[in-house]
């Protein structure tokens, strides 16, 4: 549904109000801790969704060892993975009189952050419970 006019004035009618107040900020720790690499392969103007990837599975062991002795050998197990990425993310629709409008807050910055907060929390949500067998559009 679109952002209406009627909305929209809720940013502008209060000469006191200096900016949107959002009293539940969500930090996003899970976003920040992880390394994000450019997965989608060049090969082919990027047409693929699917990354492979190297996991390790056993880790190596070190030792002490006695003069005139040897190590027992011991070497890192690993496998080959592949997975299908997924898309994610939001849209919203403002007339593009509201867009111009201009007022307090930006209707536009303000839809934005909102929809950057939403596709956070999916995303955490996603991390945490995600089942592609209750929905196949993730994995």
């Known amino acids: 549904m679109a952002v209406t006019l009627i909305e929209a ?3 502008v009618q209060d000469a006191l109000q200096m900016g949107v107040i959002d009293e539940f900020r969500k930090s996003n720790f899970l976003l920040n801790a992880l390394t994000f690499d450019d997965a989608v392969s060049p090969t082919g103007g990027g047409a693929t969704l699917t ?8 880790q190596p062991t070190a030792a002490f060892r006695a003069v005139n002795s ?8 690993k496998q080959r993975y ?6 994610f993310g939001g849209s919203f629709q403002i007339d593009r009189i ?14 934005m952050q909102q929809k ?22 993730y994995n």
């Open 116 to 137: 950057i907060k939403a596709a956070q929390a999916l995303f955490n949500d996603t991390v945490i419970n995600g089942d592609s067998a209750e929905n196949i559009n």
């Open 9 to 11: 004035k809720k940013n």
């Open 51 to 58: 990354y492979g990837y190297t996991r390790l599975l056993t």
């Open 82 to 87: 592949t997975v299908d990425l997924k898309i």
């Open 98 to 111: 509201i867009a111009g409008m201009g007022g307090i807050v930006s209707e536009v910055t303000l839809q």
């Open 70 to 77: 040897e190590y027992t050998p011991q070497e890192v197990t």
